[in-house]
Structures are given as structure tokens and as C-alpha cells.
């Protein structure tokens, strides 16, 4: 079993920046890659970036390349989100989420998760 517990959401002007933190109990979180998500009301859930089991293998949605950077920390079970060069539609509920054990090197979809966080408001203002 798996828990995902998110922070560092806020609010923050346009051309800021913001770290989310991801915390995972259990003891299987170096062999689950990890993703996040946003959604905004009214839209769909939407990839923003995953990161592989190793963490030698990132990948991000074409609207966050060059601003967002996604890194984990296996020591303390965490992966972070670094958001620079914030924008208005970046606001959004951010989820990370958790997939497989042992499984391949990333999911861009969110059918490939397994585990999710409770979710954190960002909210970029112009």
C-alpha cells in the first residue's frame, strides 16, 4: 500500500516559480516511476511531467518544457515539482501520482498510475 502526501502549493504572481513535495510511504517508491497531473475546473486531467524508477529518464507536456523541472530524492521517498516562469494557465490543482512497481520507465497517460496524492492548489495571478 501507498500513500502520497503533496505540499507546496500557493499563490504566487506571473513569472514566479513554486517546489511541490510528494511523499510517499511505503517502502516501494524507488521501483515506481512518478508522475504529475493538473487539472483546472471545467477541463480534463492533464500530464505535466514523469519521471523513471531510476530518475535517469524525465519527460514533460510541450506547455511546461524550459520552466518545469520534476527530480526525486530516494532517501526521503520524495519527488519534487519545480515550477519557474509561472503563467495564469498554470492554474491548477497539481496531483503526483504513483505507478506500478517494476513496471516501464513512465506513464504519459493516467491510466498508468496506481496511486495518487490528495492534490495542491496552485494559483498564478497576473
Known sequence: QVQLVESGGGLVQAGGSLRLSCTASGHTFSRSFMGWFRQAPGKAREFVTAISRSGGTTDYADSVKGRFT???????????????????????VYYCAAGPVDSGDYSRSWLGYDYWGQGTQVTVSS
Open 70 to 92: 520534476v527530480s526525486r530524492d530516494s532517501a526521503k521517498n520524495t519527488v519534487y515539482l519545480q515550477m519557474n516562469s509561472l503563467k495564469p494557465e498554470d492554474t491548477s
